[in-house]
């Protein structure tokens, strides 16, 4: 979704930020005022808007290994003496969300500590990794990571407090605003262009000590990720929006959306269509659409395919080698649904094997590495 500007707005967020763009303000008063509808939203103790939940991350890291020693917060990331700089993180969860999300870690002076191995974690494996040198540990809750054989946020978060190890967990583009720390995360960091609808930015949220430590780094590594008013204030319109939206109204638009491609899909030679949940949990299904070669195309050329129409249709393309992609009914305006069914249908009666030739050129970077010619 980054690719595509992450997400729409909503209108509160955009008349939020026209409304404080022309005005001087308080810089920390609005962050304070952003920290209470934080806490409102989330449950947290505090909290406070930074550029992006990447940053959101390295602060988050950052701030567990300085407290509040803020000359710590000025020698970071590469002078770290007296600090604890080890953070664990599960082996399944060292992915890429378009940067690894290790690299948030190195970026703030610590030292990725893998926990488990990419397909099982066990929890001797957790108690034995944290040491004196432990700074904090940082779970990850996505479809990015591996989905089984992993130690549940709950059981982490126990361990890791038993031993006073603070646990950050990244969820970045989850529906849950409360969940997280109710289980034990000590700090919990969203983006805010996500599923919010709000302005690019990060929103970190949880204990006020730690969150303290993380917003002490505006001073120090933090200053290259600075937040301005318009995105805090966006933020917070955007936070406001979402605790009074119409969450069943537009679950039962994308059902609307999904049915009807499903429908459209039926009967489509080598193509099969199903509705399938969120890896996480988050409340939205989405259409997984498998492609034969009796289509005439693979899931990557009628991905292209239909990315090189007008207008172009985006795809969820992260498992076509797997012989599929998704439909994604998220934040379409009204009549995009349709054209998506009209577009696909029209692709797939015109289907002729030899026009769209094997690609994968669209999960590749070399078009990336050329940026910008
Ligand atoms: C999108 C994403 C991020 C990065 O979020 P930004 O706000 O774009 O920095 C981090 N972690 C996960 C799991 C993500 O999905």
Redesign the pocket.
Known sequence: M?ALG?SIMVPEAIAAMAAIGPEFVEMDALFRKASQVIGRLTGGEAGFVTA????G?ALSIAGAMTRDNLLAVERLPDDTRSLHTEVLILAGHM?S??AP?DQSIRLAGGTPVPVGTVSSAATYQLENAISERTAAALY???H?TVQYGMIPLKVFAAICRARDVPVIV?A??EYDLKGFLTQGADIVIY?G??FLGGP?S?IVAGRKDLVRAAYHQNRGIGRGMKVGKESIAGVMAALEAWDVRDHAGIRARERAALDLWLTAMQGMTGITARMIPDPTDNPLDRLQVDVGPESGFSAASLASALAAGDPPIIVRNHEVERGHFFLDPCNLHPGEAEVVARQITHLLRSSNSSRFAETSAIRTSSAEAQWPD
């Open positions: 980054t992450a992006s939940c990447a940053s991350i992915v969300y378009g999300v990850v809750v996505s990015h990244d970045a583009s983006s262009h996500k690019t990060g």
